[in-house]
């Protein structure tokens, strides 16, 4: 383990958030603290000695401070050898600096609040860069720190090693450094593009990490964290279980969007990225059965998000203890903002079964980022639910508060599925809605009618219902997008609907309005399409 005694520190920080202890420690370390203009004052105020940068320079600050630390000096005491180039920095009367706090300029900040841009171009650090990066290049000596989160522990190794850095230790903060000045530098680039007229994105991911395989056992895979992300899907804890894979995380994310914008007690049964089930209730036990039920079997091996903490009542709904193993509801993954102890104990009894925290409801995904070959596909998330709500039937479409809540799930589930797609959602009750059927993924809007409204039959026929047409009378059929025949209506007319949601827009809506009209069925535009492809 090759030691480095921290005999010089340079300070230069825009951000001076735990700048102060940090000094501090140095300082009782007995390590000399240079300093420039706004950094030397906090030093100051905090009665904590320092050097001024410019007795190391000889220069004095210049052109409104864009001249502070760039010098023969400052890069000569960072960048020479320890060993290899002694003789010839005494010769130069070149004292090595061991420590480089720096972080840069706010340029991301200041370009969010709305500055101009000659205001920007103030804010392009040249400095700060300069000496991270030499200092990151010569890490066999030289420290660098430019993360504030990092000033505790590095303190703590100092204090420990009486003074000294780890060869291990300064090269992970190389690491930061160079992918701080890269990230830094790509905000600069993107803007400046923007100025000239043109579009350029880098993007920024770390904590990679290999998984077992991708979607297949032949392809290898990598999970990364974006890095500018307050909270990512890559921030999961897995509570109990094994490592996940690539599926899993890909049904994990759709489970996820499923639940985000539901309130209440909200639950995804995710298979294969389309939730198979999803319901919501004020009661979680009973959103669970709701959401289960919408497809039994799929429900085999599938992802269950909850949009609350997960509560012992619930969990006892897989069975996990059941002495008839062959009763027991094999799941891979449950997933919830937080799972009580009382749960958690409970769910361990499985031991396949992966059990995960996320703040779910902390995420957000602004865009949708869409890999080719050799381009990317870069669009808004699909957040918003309707522009309009028109009932165009001579039949009006139900306006009560029961109904608005209906509506506000359906399309929330519509636009969870993969298109086509088309789903029958119920009422329970006032409190509680389900899907009662699924089309998803088809090619042919008509194909995924019939998939809805065939396992819609099929679970009420499980459940005992008497009068199946009556109850899908009651229930909304909802499509991603337009119709663009009546042949829709007319497989909806057999079926006992009564009541359609769709966005609108076909050249064919008239005839199709009029097929609805012809069978009494109340249709709503909304205005807004929804494929997920």
Request: glycine content about 8%; aromatic content about 6%.
């Given at each position: 383990?090759q030691?480095?005694k921290i ?6 920080v825009?951000d ?13 370390l ?20 320092y050097t ?11 052109f409104g ?6 010098s ?9 050898d ?11 009367n ?7 706090v ?6 991301q900040?200041?370009q ?21 990066r ?27 090693q009486?003074?000294?850095?780890s ?17 830094y530098?790509?905000r600069?680039?993107?803007?400046m593009?923007?100025?000239l ?14 998984l ?10 990598d999970?990364?964290?974006e890095n500018?992300?307050?909270?990512s ?5 897995i ?9 899993n ?17 909200a ?5 294969h ?6 319901a919501?209730?004020?009661d979680?036990?009973a ?8 497809d039994?079997i799929?429900a ?9 903490p ?13 002495e ?8 891979e ?17 499985h ?9 779910i409801?902390?995420?957000?995904k602004?865009?949708d980022y ?10 808004e ?5 309707y ?7 001579a039949?009006p479409?139900?306006?009560d508060?029961?109904?608005k809540?209906l ?5 929330q589930?519509?636009?969870s599925?993969?298109?086509?797609a088309?789903?029958?959602v119920?009422a329970?009750n006032?409190?509680?809605?389900r ?6 993924g088809?090619?042919?809007r ?20 008497e009068?199946?047409a ?5 229930c ?7 119709f ?5 209506v007319e ?6 609907i009564r009541?359609?949601l ?12 009029a ?8 249709m709503?535009f909304?205005?807004l399409r929804?494929?997920k492809?």
């Open positions: 383990m030691l480095r005999k010089r520190a340079l300070l230069s825009s001076k958030s735990n700048l102060i202890p940090l000094a501090q420690g140095l300082h009782d007995g390590v000399e603290l240079i300093s420039t203009g706004g950094t030397g004052r906090a030093l100051q105020e905090a009665q904590i000695p001024d940068i410019q007795a190391v320079t000889g220069n004095p600050e210049a401070g864009r001249m502070k630390t760039i023969f000096q400052i890069g000569s005491a960072l960048l020479f320890r060993e290899r180039d002694a003789q010839e920095a005494q010769n130069l070149i004292e090595g600096i061991d420590l480089v720096c972080n840069l300029y706010p340029f900040k200041v969010e609040a709305g500055a101009d841009f000659p205001s920007l171009i103030e804010n392009i650090d040249i400095g700060g860069p300069t000496m991270i030499a200092a990151a290049k010569n890490f066999k000596d030289v420290a660098v720190l430019v993360q504030a989160s990092d000033y505790e522990g590095f303190l703590a190794e100092l204090q420990s009486n003074g000294q850095t060869l291990a230790l300064r090269q992970q903060l190389m690491a930061k450094a160079f992918n701080h000045t890269a990230d530098d790509a600069i680039a993107m803007r593009d923007e100025e007229g043109k579009k350029s994105l880098r993007l920024s991911f770390k904590q990679g990490r290999s077992r395989y991708g979607e297949n056992s032949h392809q290898a895979a999970f990364y964290r500018s992300s307050t909270l899907l890559a921030d999961i804890r509570l109990h279980g094994k490592a996940l894979s690539y599926n995380l890909l049904d994990v994310q759709g489970a996820v969007d499923a639940v985000q914008g539901l309130g209440g007690q639950v995804a049964v995710v298979k990225s389309n939730p198979c089930g999803l919501k209730s004020m979680q036990r959103a669970l059965e709701a959401a289960w039920s919408g039994p799929s085999f091996g599938s992802i269950i998000a909850f949009n609350q997960l509560e012992l009542k619930t969990a006892e709904f897989f069975q996990l203890d059941a008839d193993r062959s009763q027991r509801k094999f799941v993954v449950v997933i919830a903002p937080k799972i009580t102890a009382e749960a958690l104990e409970y769910l361990q009894q031991k396949n079964l992966r059990v995960l925290e996320l703040d409801a902390g995420l957000e602004a865009v869409r890999y080719l070959s050799g381009s990317l596909l870069v669009q998330a699909d957040l918003a639910l522009k309009q709500q028109e009932s165009v039937t039949r479409f139900p306006s508060e029961a109904a809540g509506v506000e799930f359906s399309l589930a519509i636009k599925i993969k298109s086509n088309i789903v029958l119920q329970v006032q409190q509680q809605y899907i009662l059927g699924m089309g998803a088809q090619p042919n008509l194909v995924a009618t019939k998939l809805a409204i065939e396992k819609a039959k099929e679970n009420l026929k499980r459940e005992g219902a009068d199946i009556s109850v899908l009378g009651q909304y059929l909802v499509s991603d997008a337009f663009p025949f009546a042949d829709n497989l909806a007319t057999q079926a006992g009541h359609i769709q966005p609108g827009g076909s050249i064919r809506d008239k005839s199709v309005i097929a609805c009209d012809q069978a009494d069925i109340a709503l909304t205005g929804h494929f492809h």
